[in-house]
Nanobody, 124 residues
Framework: QVQLVESGGGLVQAAGSLRLSCAASGRTFSRNAMGWFRQAPGKEREFVAARTWSGASTFYAVSVRGRFTISRDNAKNTVYLQMNSLKSEDTAVYYC?????????????????WGQGTQVTVSS
């Protein structure tokens, strides 16, 4: 059974930092593109960041560029999202996702596997 399990969410003050982790089990995703999405209350799920398996390509949403960094440890089958300079508008449930192949994408439909989400709350 394939599972993606996020951790690292929580409550943080504005300008603070958090690092989210996403551990995959059940199969290896070392060759798959991986991404992070988020969904705030009353809003649609939105793309945050994505990375190819090699790191040769990374995409970021404009709203997080320069503040968030996506990385991965293929040996550990884990992807990370380092979030710095957090703002209240970053408050959302954050989801990790694995694409069906190597192609990196901002479109949630390109991702076949999803975690259960982890809550990030930024207080102003």
């Amino acid at each position: 059974q394939v599972q993606l399990v996020e951790s690292g969410g929580g409550l943080v003050q504005a300008a603070g930092s958090l690092r989210l982790s996403c551990a995959a089990s059940g199969r290896t995703f070392s060759r798959n593109a991986m991404g992070w999405f988020r969904q705030a209350p009353g809003k649609e799920r939105e793309f945050v960041a994505a990375r190819t398996w090699s790191g040769a390509s990374t995409f970021y949403a404009v709203s997080v560029r320069g503040r968030f960094t996506i990385s991965r440890d293929n040996a550990k089958n884990t992807v990370y999202l380092q979030m710095n300079s957090l703002k209240s508008e970053d408050t959302a449930v954050y989801y990790c996702a694995a694409a069906s192949g190597q192609t990196i994408s901002r479109d949630y439909r390109a991702y076949s596997y999803w975690g259960q989400g982890t809550q990030v709350t930024v207080s102003s």
